[in-house]
């Protein structure tokens, strides 16, 4: 399985500023995903983090809430733009190759905006 | 709404019993299915998983059994022991899509 490292794994933020969340992982790997757990909640799915290329975004997600980069195959970002209270959730990042039927997750960046 | 769903959200049972957790799912061109278990403030753990050729896998003392008729997944987990307390979440890949669609999550506790 590959090594997921998320940071921070937690923060608290003041509203209206923007975090950057950083997801390393050991080894290259096809695909890279980033979901958001809200407190009590399941996982949704915010976007794909294409290689190269602007990321996919999923219903009711937009790139200038969320920018995501993927320099390489190994690191992606993921930024939460000009925060409110709302946004107050675990965000993880998720990756995996779909033909192996491998997906693995990181220990989430847990945010808190006050 | 969520096409992955959950019937129960909390589901206690004895250490040492059998433990079933149940899934369905509404989108019939759904391939691929996981089971994941969240432990609190951790990420979820790949448990098994399952593809929608097959009826049944195992794995080490947990079973997932595919109904693709009725479009139901359980998660069985032999003999529980008290690391097995998480919440398990089933999840999807709908054809053609990359991400998992997540079902709501069912609290597993055992009880000594």
């Known amino acids: 399985s590959a090594v997921i490292s998320q940071k921070p794994s937690r923060d608290i933020c003041q509203r209206g500023t923007s975090l950057t969340i950083q997801c390393q992982v050991d080894?290259?790997?096809?695909?890279m995903f980033w979901y958001r757990q809200q407190p009590g909640q399941s996982l949704t799915l915010i976007a794909t983090?294409?290689?190269?290329?602007?990321?996919?975004?999923e219903s009711g997600f937009v790139i200038d809430k969320f920018p995501i980069s993927r320099p390489n195959l190994t690191f992606s970002t993921l930024t939460v733009s000009n925060m409110s209270p709302e946004d107050s959730s675990i965000y993880l990042c998720?990756?995996?190759?779909?033909?192996?039927?491998?997906?693995?997750f990181g220990e989430g960046s847990r945010l808190t905006v006050l | 709404g969520e096409s992955v769903g959950l019937h129960l959200p909390t589901l206690s049972v004895q250490e040492g019993d059998n433990s079933i957790i149940n899934c369905a799912y509404s989108?019939?061109?759904?391939?691929?299915f996981i089971w994941y278990k969240q432990e609190s403030g951790k990420g979820p753990q790949f448990i098994i998983d399952?593809?929608?050729?097959?009826d049944k896998r195992q794995g080490q003392r947990v079973t997932v059994l595919l109904n693709k008729t009725v479009k139901h997944l359980s998660l069985q987990i032999a003999a529980t022991q008290p690391g097995d307390s998480a919440v398990y979440f089933c999840?999807?890949?709908?054809?053609?899509?990359?991400?998992?669609?997540f079902g709501k999550g069912t609290h597993l506790i055992i009880q000594p």
């Open positions: 998720s990756v995996g190759r779909r033909d192996t039927g491998e997906l693995f």
């Open positions: 080894s290259q790997v096809t695909m």
């Open positions: 983090a294409n290689q190269g290329s602007e990321a996919t975004y």
């Open positions: 989108n019939s061109a759904s391939d691929y």
């Open positions: 399952i593809r929608s050729n097959m």
């Open positions: 999840a999807e890949i709908q054809g053609g899509a990359d991400g998992l669609t």
